[in-house]
């Protein structure tokens, strides 16, 4: 399995993905149901998780939503500690994730509007580096794991902080080396195994380092740490299989 789960992600199209996955994961949740895990967003429970990743890292995947570590960190965030579940606010989800895609549009009090460059699942298709909205649209935005495939990211931050109303607040996360203070990047390799060599996966032109959040900083936002994956003890982190390390970069828009 995961063999074949690697052989996938290097080879389908993301689109395609997305539509396979739905297609059949009610039959990965039956097969792998258990009580050793929980996934917090669907709340099934499963004697182990799929293997993810260009290595096919071992127990990442939730066989009935398709989350993985950091869709469910961030969905305990929202619920926990903003009012994303039950304020009356206009969001932008950008690459729309699909564990996430049906339960926030369910949400009544959201004005919910999904957009992407090639997902099947969004609302409007659009790229981020020229975003279709007005200035000031939207309360909150979300945008995860995208920066990282953008030609022109400081462009892409800055069009998100433009759409974003005065005291709004945007999520904007990447995968970030820990080990590396500043972000690597270097337009001259497009070579997509010489990508995977340096950036982790083919399609990335970059990998972040520690500075990430001073780039948001430098898009005009005010930056906020947050650090709720560490106020869960390590018993909790593995049962719902949360990351390792992570730090939500909270991006707010001053004014009111």
């Known amino acids: 399995m995961r063999r074949f789960l690697k052989f996938i992600v290097r080879t389908i199209p993301r ?67 903003t009012g994303f579940f039950s304020e009356k606010l206009k969001a932008l989800h950008i690459a729309p994730e699909q564990p996430f895609l049906k339960r926030f549009k369910a949400l009544k009090n959201l004005d919910y509007i999904t957009a992407d460059l090639v997902s099947p699942i969004a609302d409007v298709k659009m790229d981020i580096q020229d975003i279709p909205f007005k200035d000031n649209t939207f309360d909150v935005v979300m945008c995860n794991h995208v920066m990282e495939h953008i030609p022109d990211e400081s462009k892409a931050i800055m069009e998100v902080f433009r759409v974003l109303k005065k005291g709004g607040w945007a999520i904007l996360q990447v995968p970030v080396d820990f080990s590396k203070q500043e972000t690597y990047e270097d337009a001259a390799i497009t070579d997509p195994k010489e ?16 500075d990430y959040p001073k780039r948001l900083e430098a898009g005009g936002f005010t930056v906020i740490h947050e650090k709720y994956l560490y106020e869960f003890d390590e018993k909790t982190r593995d049962y719902y299989r949360l990351p390792c390390e992570e730090v939500i970069y909270l991006c707010k828009k001053g004014g009111s």
Do not use: T, V
């Open 15 to 81: 689109p395609i993905l997305i539509r396979l996955g739905a297609s059949f994961s009610f039959l990965f949740a039956f097969l792998y149901r258990g009580e050793k895990y929980e996934c917090p967003i669907c709340g099934g429970r499963f004697k182990k998780m799929f293997p993810w990743g260009n290595k096919g890292k071992p127990n990442r995947l939730c066989p009935q939503c398709l989350s993985l570590e950091r869709h469910r960190l961030l969905w305990l965030y929202l619920k926990n500690r």
């Open 195 to 210: 990508r995977e060599k340096h950036f982790g996966q083919y399609d990335h032109l970059r990998f972040h380092g520690l």
